[in-house]
């Protein structure tokens, strides 16, 4: 599955849950203020920007595989300047940064690469020895009533990648990672009503609908939203901290 390019301006707007999940995410990742990190899928910058408020003289790589998303990024950091370097990349491959960063921060994305073995082991490649890796993504058991939903709508297909703690403490081991804790938690998201049909449509269910044409898209959206038993979509996260053995 190729990365897709999102529409990166309502993501930015009905994006709260993740921006929310990301600072608790940051709150996790040891800083003197003075590191290089790498955000690995910056979205539009909005926790990025959390971060760089917490490097006082540091910088920050933003990393995305989509362009809207890495322009509405370099739109909202502006104001940081040099302090921010943007990179268009996709995680499945090896991360073409120049020099290696001190630590890496991620909210939100690992469940959009399909291979985790090649994720981590791109990570580790650009990763400082003794450096933290700090994220969250969807875990097993993510979305279920999504996925009820899909099968009712006659929809199989899965673009996401919702892994167990168990799997990926032994993929970031074998990846050269050390003091590694991953766990999971539910964080059930009350989505508003009103605004539960562009939710999907731009942050759950954006792989799917390009694979259907264009006149079908707002039916099928409507479809799994009205087999949802509540606007609350139940979240699974997948937490991860890791260190880059030295």
Excluded: K
């Excluded at 809207?68 to 991360?95: H, K």
């Excluded at 449509?201 to 799994?224: C, F, Q």
Aim: with cysteine; hydrophobic share 40%; glycine share 8%.
């Amino acid at each position: 599955m190729s990365p897709r390019n999102w529409d990166a301006r309502t993501y930015d707007r009905v994006a709260d849950p993740m921006t929310r999940w990301g600072e608790s995410v940051l709150d996790r990742l040891p800083l003197r203020g003075d590191e290089r990190v790498l955000d690995a899928g910056c979205g539009s910058g909005r926790v990025t920007e959390l971060l760089l408020r917490r490097l006082g003289s540091g910088s920050v790589v933003a990393l995305d595989a989509s362009p809207n998303m890495i322009e509405a990024a370099r739109a909202r950091l502006a104001p940081y300047g040099d302090r921010v370097s943007y990179l268009l990349a996709d995680l499945g491959q090896p991360i073409p940064l120049d020099g290696p960063v001190d630590a890496v921060l991620s909210t939100a994305t690992f469940h959009w690469v399909p291979d985790h073995d090649a994720l981590f082991g791109g990570l580790a490649a650009v990763l400082r020895p003794g450096g933290w890796l700090v994220a969250q993504c969807g875990g097993e058991g993510n979305l279920a009533t999504v996925m009820r939903a899909l099968d009712e709508v006659g929809e199989p297909w899965r673009p996401w990648n919702f892994q167990s703690p168990e799997a990926t403490r032994v993929r970031l081991g074998s990846a050269g990672f050390v003091d590694v804790e991953c766990w999971l938690h539910d964080e059930p998201t009350p989505i508003a009503p009103a605004e539960l049909e562009t939710y999907l449509a731009t942050i759950v269910l954006g792989a799917n609908l390009e694979r259907l044409s264009p006149d079908r898209r707002a039916d099928y959206v409507h479809a799994v939203a009205q087999r949802l038993p509540a606007p609350t979509l139940d979240y699974v996260r997948l937490n991860i901290v890791a260190r880059r053995a030295v």
